[in-house]
Every structure is written in C-alpha cells, then in structure tokens.
Nanobody
C-alpha cells in the first residue's frame, strides 16, 4: 500500500522560502504521477503543481507560477515543492498526492501546515 508523508511546513515571513518534501513509502518502489494541493481555512482544496513520473514535465497553478518549483528524486522516492517569495495568501495546509494506477489523484498524505505571516 502506498503511503505519502509530507514534511517541511512551518511559519515563514512574507517574501521568505520553504521547501516541502513528500516521501513515498512502498515496497517495491514504483513511480507515479504526483502533485501538490493546498487548502486554506474555509476554502476548498486547490491544485498547486504536478509532475510527471520521470520529472520531465511540470504544471503549475497560475497563482504560484514563477515562485514555486516542483521536483522529484525517484532514487529517494521523494517529491519536493520549493516555495519562494511566499505571500500571506499561500497560507494553507499543503498535501501531496499520487495517481496510483489511476488517472485521478487517489492517494493523499496527511498534510503539512504552511503559515506566511509577519
């Protein structure tokens, strides 16, 4: 059974940076399309970024283009989200997700809180 475990969230000032990690636990290791989503308090969960199995293709929400970078290291079974120039409106719980033998995201992590505040 595939399990996803996010880490790296925290409190950061506006303009600052954070890097989130998502560790994929599965034996044997298999690679899936993956992505990041976020949910702010009182709002619906929204797409942030996605990355292909090999890492060669990435897609971003307009709100984070040019500030966030998604990447993955398949040798380490880990996906990342580098977040720069953070804004207060980036405050949310961030979730990593995977498409496990599906064309939809059907496996989710527990989430990690990111708070951007001075």
């Amino acid at each position: 059974q595939v399990q996803l475990d996010e880490s790296g969230g925290g409190l950061v000032q506006p303009g600052g940076s954070l890097r989130l990690s998502c560790a994929v636990s599965e034996r044997p290791s298999t690679y899936y399309p993956m992505g990041w989503f976020r949910q702010a308090s009182g709002k619906e969960r929204e797409f942030v970024a996605a990355i292909s199995v090999g890492g060669g293709t990435a897609d971003y929400a307009d709100s984070v283009k040019g500030r966030f970078t998604i990447s993955r290291d398949n040798a380490k079974n880990t996906m990342y989200l580098q977040m720069n120039s953070l804004k207060a409106e980036d405050t949310a719980v961030y979730y990593c997700a995977a498409k496990v033998y599906s064309d939809k995201y059907n496996t989710w992590g527990q989430g990690t809180q990111v708070t951007v505040s001075s």
